[in-house]
């Protein structure tokens, strides 16, 4: 793929990712303020358990989040390195249709395959 539209994906990616962690840290904090105005002192308060279910699925997102910018900032790396769309398992060109829909990809489809299955 053609580094300028690449950067361009990536940058788009990026921004969209930051925009969905920030929605994040605001339903957090939306999240701790509710923990705090429940009542604390009744173990059987439902409300207290949904609360704990929303705070785990709102930071497995947020890790999520988190982990998609590590990926997107590497594939940025490699880009400004001259490696870009190199796979990094196997050294062969990533497939275009995948770094199109993929853009950070690290992997070919045949390593990616490999990757999801060793997990
Ligand atoms: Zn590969």
């Known amino acids: 793929m053609d580094p300028e539209r690449a950067r361009a994906a990536l940058e788009e990616k990026r921004a969209a990712a930051v925009e969905r962690l920030r929605g994040l840290?605001?339903?957090f904090a939306d999240i701790v303020e509710a923990a705090r105005d429940s009542n604390l002192d009744d173990e059987h308060d439902i409300e207290g358990?949904?609360?704990a279910v929303d705070r785990a699925?709102?930071?497995s997102l947020a890790a999520a989040g988190r982990q998609q910018l590590v990926e997107i900032d590497a594939a940025l790396a490699r880009l400004e390195a001259g490696e870009y769309?190199?796979?990094l398992?196997?050294?062969q060109p990533i497939e275009e249709g995948r770094l199109e829909a993929r853009?950070?990809?690290p992997w070919c489809i045949s390593c990616a395959r490999?990757?999801?299955s060793r997990r």
């Open 25 to 27: 840290d605001a339903s």
């Open 49 to 51: 358990t949904t609360i």
């Open 57 to 59: 699925q709102v930071s």
């Open 85 to 87: 769309g190199i796979c």
């Open 89 to 91: 398992r196997c050294g």
């Open 103 to 105: 853009p950070a990809t």
């Open 114 to 116: 490999a990757e999801t």
